[in-house]
């Protein structure tokens, strides 16, 4: 594992021993700490789009591990005046012995990793969220006590989150449904992915059918539009029905497990009810983002 970009730069060993790696983390955190595995080491934290979770629970992370990790806007760098992102990378990765990057197109993001010489971290493109996956099948796992064989239903907009929990929750030996709007669907090269595993994945447009018996629904924010434009407007249309309900959660398993990887809109994706009953797992889930990161990290920088 040289970059974590998405998740189908994982085996499915090595998907396990992320997960291995941060339970041994979270154990020591609760303990007084962990080693100062990443003693000398230096992490650039460069965000070109808002984050609480990620930016946060990296900058936590790091320090927890011992090492330095520097928050940077891009805006606020001469890449927001036009430097070529190229350029960004080669002089980074001559400071750095690792980049985490929220932006927006996955080529970018690619191009860089390729650039920079040091190990590069997706903390969320258009395309994929792999941190956030991490951290969603590391709460399944320590909450039921393993993921193969058990059925992941994601209910939303196909994009970065659907993407990454088809690879993710299909590489775990999980039975994995997405449902989503027709106009919705994930990536076509995850549904290449997808189909390989046969059976174990299955595509729908209504979200009573795939939530079906699921041992696990996630959801995520699908009115990304500003509020008030056309955009939002028609999304709102478009997602008429997918909003996770008392009742369109009863046709799944009665000790159902609801994630959410937040920021949540409640009576959008998820009703309030659903969410307060759930937010036990939700803030589980979100605590996770830090320690599997910090397992990402000691095996990207620590060689864990
Ligand atoms: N889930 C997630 O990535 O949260 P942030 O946008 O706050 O980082």
Known sequence: MKNLLKMSDLSPAELTHILDVADQLKAQQKLGGTAPLLAGKTVALMFSKASTRTRTSFEVGVYQLGGLGNYMNTAELQAGRGE?????????????????????????????????????????????????????????????????????????DGSSMANSLIVGGLLAGMQVTCVCPQSYRPAADVLMFAHKYGSAFHLTADPAEGIQDADVVATAVWNTAKPGTPESEQRLRDFVGFQLTGKLLESAKPDVMVLHCLPAHRGEEISSAVFEQHAPEIFDEAENRLHVQKAVLAILLAGK
């Open 84 to 156: 070529p992102l190229k350029d960004t990378a080669r002089v980074l990765g001559r400071y750095y012995d690792c980049v985490v990057w929220r932006t927006y197109r996955q080529s970018d993001l690619e191009e860089f990793a390729e650039l920079a010489g040091v190990p590069v971290i997706n903390g969320l493109t258009d395309y994929a969220h792999p941190c956030q996956v991490l951290a969603d099948l590391m709460t399944i796992r320590e909450r039921r006590g393993s993921l193969a064989g058990r059925k992941l239903c994601f209910v939303g």
